[in-house]
């Protein structure tokens, strides 16, 4: 391990995303000041390693004792090989690659959603969704990335079919689920719309319910997007039993109350504001 070499933060340059907190696996970083990176244990980094320097969007980590003339790339357009047992996690690879190519990336998030006038949770999850994808706007440009937001309000039992929709509301990136389980409690403002009881979707994260996303769960889902895609759920097959039965509830009730040609689904949100179907 080594003595003299350890990341020295540049926090006039940080912008905080929690890139090299995610990358290091040997505790060099305090994870419960995430995204803030703090150095905990300087001794625990590994000699020669730029694993979270190489990843930084801003160029805002150097390291101590650092007499290889290696600069900081702002995230893009090298190729290191790290020493050995160097930052080996389900976030990043041993080589660190980063393109020019990265200009070409799109990320792609789906936000499906039953209602979004009367549900208060679709409503609040549609808002926090917002902002971190507002908070990841700098981090993704400078990463090379082109993010579009698809919200699709899923009107009937064809479109639920056709999305795979299993719970609202659901949020995917580039087709993967940020939620690796489905649990679901009742939820009232739903329940009035189709006059029958009906449950929508709980979030778990870092061993908790929550009844809307975390930011921190969108903004975490965003970045194993980019380093560790596996580790988001993948979209659920078609259900060979048709809809799960709450779904089945929902859209019964609400049969004739919604057309599909008046609802706002399939709305296609980009970076600049503008939006399509």
Same mark, same amino acid.
């Given at each position: 391990?080594?003595?003299? *070499?350890? /990341? ?18 040997h505790? =060099? ?5 995430a ?6 244990? /300087?001794?625990?980094c590994?000699?020669y390693?730029?694993?979270c ?7 805002a ?6 007499d290889?003339? *290696? ?11 790290? /020493? ?11 080589t =660190? ?5 990265a ?9 499906l959603?039953l ?14 969704l ?18 579009i937001v ?7 039992r064809?479109m639920a079919?056709k999305?795979?929709? =299993? ?8 087709g ?5 389980e ?5 939820c ?9 009881? =009906? ?13 809307q ?18 580790s988001?759920s ?18 019964e ?21 503008s939006?399509?179907r």
């Amino acid at each position: 391990m080594a003595k003299t *070499w350890y /990341p020295v933060i540049d926090y006039q340059q940080c912008i905080e995303c929690g890139t090299c907190i995610k990358k290091c696996i040997h505790g =060099v970083y305090d994870k419960a000041k995430a995204p803030t990176p703090v150095v905990v244990s /300087p001794g625990s980094c590994i000699d020669y390693c730029h694993g979270c320097g190489n990843i930084c969007p801003q160029g805002a980590i150097t390291y101590a004792g650092d007499d290889t003339g *290696w600069t900081p790339p702002k995230g893009k357009g090298m190729t290191v090989q790290l /020493p050995e047992r160097c930052c080996r996690s389900d976030i990043a690879d041993a080589t =660190v690659a980063t393109t020019a190519a990265a200009a070409d990336k799109q990320l792609t998030i789906d936000f499906l959603y039953l209602d979004l006038n009367t549900c208060q949770r679709c409503i609040a999850t549609a808002s926090i969704l917002d902002e971190a994808v507002k908070e990841m706007e700098g981090v993704l440009h400078t990463l090379g990335y082109k993010i579009i937001v698809n919200k699709i309000n899923i009107v009937s039992r064809q479109m639920a079919e056709k999305y795979r929709f =299993v719970s609202s509301p659901t949020i995917r990136i580039n087709g993967r689920d940020i939620c690796t389980e489905v649990k679901e409690n009742a939820c009232g403002d739903c329940g009035d719309l189709c006059g029958s009881d =009906v449950d929508c979707r709980v979030f778990v994260y870092e061993g908790r319910e929550y009844e809307q996303p975390p930011k921190a769960m969108i903004i975490d889902g965003i970045l194993k997007a980019i380093y560790s895609p596996q580790s988001l759920s993948e979209m659920p097959t078609a259900q060979a039993q048709g809809l799960p039965k709450n779904l089945e509830t929902f859209f019964e009730g609400r049969q004739g109350n919604c057309c599909e040609d008046m609802c706002s689904c399939s709305l296609t949100q980009h970076m600049d504001g503008s939006s399509k179907r």
